[in-house]
């Protein structure tokens, strides 16, 4: 990608002695696959730094900033492909009747005691580069054992991409109702045709606090060891050869073979069966939830009592002597 710098582009014209109007017939000549995917892992990336609040204008200017000469146009067309448009932010409003179908759900997850599998499901989406372009992957991971339970790689992030990896999980596990499922605030978890999934089979939506993504630390552990241990280490000429790659990393290995720290070094598969034959109870137990009170509330309740005087109980009666109210 050619770097711009300070130079504006008349005086970059004199001092190459090209015309202007040669330089932009120059500039929307078509660009080679490796500069298109240049531009487009710039684009990701102000995009992640800033969790998705820039819109091509933002960073059009950003790139600027960094010296990548693009228009800003090519900059909305390929947000637009790539599903990185900004995302709206809408004010927050209290209402007692509302048909709001993206709705934000109260955050479960952090309150749960899990006493077994198919108690909490953390959802999660991640991007993957090929060679020519983005695909992304939606994971669910069982929140007792680690185990991926379901999975979904596509070319874009619709809605279509969490629901697969949830119908998948759904069919593998077949959860009894009020499991707790958790994800982030996207819009592909908030949408009706996802929520509608959830219902359908009675489980309980719960989704993390804005800005905080250590309530889905497991599934984010997951990501960052599937991109370090197979995504890096590979290259995949096509989407059908990164599936098939995903598809024997997380099914021969992550939950059979390889052996995780938070598991006492055993498999999620190992863990879940011997679980199951140490405790054939495990499955009929719900997770509790575990309520902390805040450091105000923890203040009033010491409050209370302090400065008030109660009236002290009346003595015993003296053995032999009977009051007048008894008589």
């Known amino acids: 990608m050619p770097?711009?710098?300070?130079?504006?582009?008349?005086?970059?014209?004199q001092l190459a002695e090209v015309s202007r109007a040669g330089f932009?017939?120059?500039?929307?000549?078509?660009?080679?696959?490796?500069?298109?995917?240049?531009?487009?892992?710039?684009i990701q990336q102000i995009a992640l730094?800033?969790?998705?609040?820039?819109?091509?204008?933002?960073?059009?200017?950003?790139l600027r900033r960094r010296g990548m000469v693009v228009n800003h146009k090519r900059v909305a067309r390929i947000m637009r492909e790539d599903n990185?448009?900004?995302?709206?932010?809408?004010?927050?409003?209290?209402?007692?009747?509302?048909?709001?179908?993206?709705?934000?759900?109260?955050?479960?997850?952090?309150?749960?005691?899990?006493?077994?599998?198919?108690?909490?499901?953390v959802a999660d989406i991640t991007y993957i580069r090929l060679t020519t372009e983005f695909v992304y992957l939606a994971v669910i991971l069982d929140g007792f054992s680690r185990k991926v339970v379901g999975w979904s790689l596509e070319r874009d992030l619709s809605s279509r991409l969490a629901t697969a990896a949830l119908e998948q999980a759904i069919a593998t596990r077949r959860p009894a109702a009020g499991l707790v499922h958790h994800s982030d605030r996207g819009v592909q978890y908030a949408s009706a045709e996802y929520v509608a999934v959830l219902e359908k089979h009675a489980m309980i939506p719960s989704m993390?606090?804005?800005?905080?993504?250590y309530d889905n630390a497991s599934c984010e552990s997951f990501m960052k060891t599937l991109k370090r241990e197979e995504i890096y280490a590979n290259q995949y000429n096509d989407l059908v050869h990164l599936r098939?790659?995903?598809?024997?990393?997380?099914?021969?290995?992550?939950?059979?073979?390889?052996?995780?720290?938070?598991?006492?070094?055993?498999?999620?598969?190992?863990?879940?069966?011997?679980?199951?034959?140490?405790?054939?109870?495990?499955?009929?137990?719900?997770?509790?939830?575990?309520?902390?009170l805040?450091?105000?509330c923890k203040a009033s309740t010491e409050m209370l009592g302090k400065g008030i005087k109660w009236p002290s109980p009346s003595p015993d009666p003296i053995p032999g002597q009977v009051r007048n109210d008894q008589t």
């Open 3 to 13: 770097l711009q710098g300070g130079l504006s582009i008349e005086r970059m014209c």
């Open 24 to 42: 932009y017939r120059w500039l929307q000549e078509p660009q080679p696959v490796e500069e298109e995917m240049e531009v487009r892992s710039a």
């Open 49 to 62: 730094e800033h969790r998705r609040r820039y819109g091509y204008r933002r960073i059009s200017a950003e």
């Open 84 to 121: 990185w448009l900004a995302v709206q932010l809408r004010q927050f409003v209290v209402t007692t009747k509302s048909d709001h179908k993206l709705e934000v759900y109260l955050n479960l997850a952090r309150r749960l005691k899990l006493t077994g599998i198919d108690q909490l499901w």
């Open 208 to 213: 993390s606090r804005p800005a905080n993504p």
């Open 244 to 292: 098939s790659h995903i598809e024997e990393f997380i099914d021969q290995y992550y939950n059979r073979q390889r052996l995780h720290s938070a598991l006492g070094y055993r498999s999620p598969e190992e863990f879940e069966q011997q679980t199951r034959h140490s405790d054939t109870m495990t499955q009929f137990r719900c997770p509790s939830v575990e309520f902390a």
């Open 294 to 296: 805040s450091a105000e």
